[in-house]
Nanobody, 125 residues
């Protein structure tokens, strides 16, 4: 599976940004696509997970209700819409994919197998 993120950039505090992730090359219908971020000097944190089979989305509390994830199965794409952005949202945002579903990944604390290169989001105050 190849994973490519796009859409990062510089935005002012209070603004919005939409990131895209395309995960291609799947050999089955199942699996999961997740969003993560890593701020400078901090550990990587999870944002969400979308199960490819049923479209169910599980959110971690990283966005505090300001982040919305959507999926377009026809395009193998998952989108992360971020609003009311804060300087502390500044980070490299990563998309990842795996053949396990979201529930299995969470229950077994698995690390996703396939990762994108990341896209930088910088929020200025």
């Amino acid at each position: 599976v190849q994973v490519v993120e796009s859409g990062g950039g510089l935005v002012q505090a209070g603004g919005s940004l939409k990131l895209s992730c395309v995960a291609s090359g799947w050999i089955s219908d199942g699996g999961a696509i997740g969003w993560f971020r890593q701020a400078p000097g901090k550990e990587r944190e999870g944002i969400s997970c979308v199960s490819r089979k049923d479209g169910r989305t599980d959110y971690v509390d990283s966005g505090q209700g300001r982040f919305t994830v959507s999926a377009d199965n026809a395009k193998n794409a998952v989108y992360l819409e971020m609003s009311s952005l804060k300087p502390e949202d500044t980070a490299v945002y990563y998309c990842a994919a795996d053949y396990f579903d979201c529930q299995t990944i969470a229950r077994m604390s698995l690390t996703y197998t396939y990762w994108g290169q990341g896209t930088q989001v910088t929020v200025s105050s």
